[in-house]
């Protein structure tokens, strides 16, 4: 017992494509002592320290202090500010309200993590991240637990971590069921918004193109550019006014430029294309890469901007 474990030797990928990289046999590492534990083991078998920990005494008592400390001291600042009596105006009243408010916001919210029972995907998820390295196929396995029972945004976070090291060892049908799974679960989350998430978007494109799904991440990822681009607060011919505004404009004109590389990268492949409903043309045309009509650049009222596959 205790000792370290030895290597596996490597075997073929279960895509056949060459062979394994070699990985540690599944083991817990004790943060404490070193030792290696078979996975099944609650505490370690050498030192006893509980091997799916979530904050111990120190750092429950580290975290309770040092909020305590900012909370005191954020009151105490606007006490002090009070007492000598600083011009104090309208404007001042409501800093003061707000020192005294984060005060009691770090206290509350970190009293509150000191003393909450951490849930079991986060213990997961926290000895996952503490096995990438030094031994992945647990990292996998801790992992897979913490995408059970958690919240979905969670779970999709430790289901693309698990499929990114499941592939990096050469595991990959275990990487495909990971993606698959997260795809699930994001296209639930975008399916409920009424708004496109063009953020949401990105992510689904990668799943795609993941999985290999070529036509589904391309459109997918236009389909970002366009959504992403429609949330700017200012379109591309506007005149913004005022400093703040026209920093603004200026901001979103940088990323708009990205975005119509992006979508010229992607148009260059001549499968797909944007289209749009345009009021002046009353007809749907094919838009270029800067989401203008074809048929009339000037033409500036298009609805119904989606990326198709041409048949
Ligand atoms: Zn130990
Ligand atoms: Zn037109």
């Not at 073929?12 to 290696?36: H, R, Y």
């Not at 971590?161 to 499941?166: E, Y």
């Not at 060892?169 to 679960?185: D, P, T, Y």
């Not at 975005?259 to 009353?282: H, T």
Request: glycine share 8%; net charge positive; charged share 25%.
């Amino acid at each position: 017992m205790g000792n370290p474990r030895a290597s596996n030797p490597p075997s073929a990928t279960d895509d056949g494509i060459g062979p394994d990289p070699v990985v540690p046999e599944q083991a817990i590492i004790c943060a404490k002592c070193g030792q290696s534990n078979p996975p099944q083991e609650v505490k370690c078998i050498q030192c006893k320290k509980d091997l799916l920990p979530g904050l111990d005494a120190g750092q429950r008592a580290c975290l309770f202090g040092c909020s305590t400390v900012v909370g005191i001291a954020s009151l105490a600042a606007a006490v002090v500010i009070f007492m000598n009596k600083v011009e104090v105006d309208g404007k001042g009243m409501i800093y003061l309200a707000g020192l005294v408010i984060f005060g009691f916001l770090v206290f509350s919210v970190g009293a509150g993590y000191a003393v909450r029972k951490v849930p079991l995907h986060e213990r997961y998820a926290q000895r996952a991240e503490c096995h990438v390295e030094i031994n992945p196929i647990q990292a996998i396995a801790d992992y897979g637990s913490a995408s059970k029972d958690a919240p979905r945004a969670i779970t999709l976070v430790n289901l693309t971590k698990r499929a990114a090291l499941c592939q990096k060892i050469g595991r990959s049908s275990e990487a495909r069921s990971s993606w698959q799974q997260a795809l699930e679960i994001l296209t639930f989350q975008i399916e409920k918004l009424k708004l496109p998430d063009p953020e949401l978007l990105i992510q689904r494109a990668e799943l795609y193109r993941n999985l290999g799904l070529t036509d589904e991440a391309t459109l997918e990822m236009l389909r970002y550019t366009i959504e992403k681009e429609a949330s700017f607060k200012f379109k591309q011919d506007e005149i913004a006014m005022g400093v703040s505004e026209g920093w603004q404009k200026g901001t979103e004109d940088q990323a708009r430029g990205e975005l119509q590389k992006v979508r010229a990268e992607l148009l260059m492949d001549k499968q797909y294309r944007i289209v749009g409903d345009c009021k002046q043309c009353r007809k749907t045309v094919a838009l270029d890469q800067n989401l203008r009509c074809t048929n009339n650049l000037k033409h500036h009222q298009i609805r119904q901007i989606r990326a198709e596959k041409r048949s």
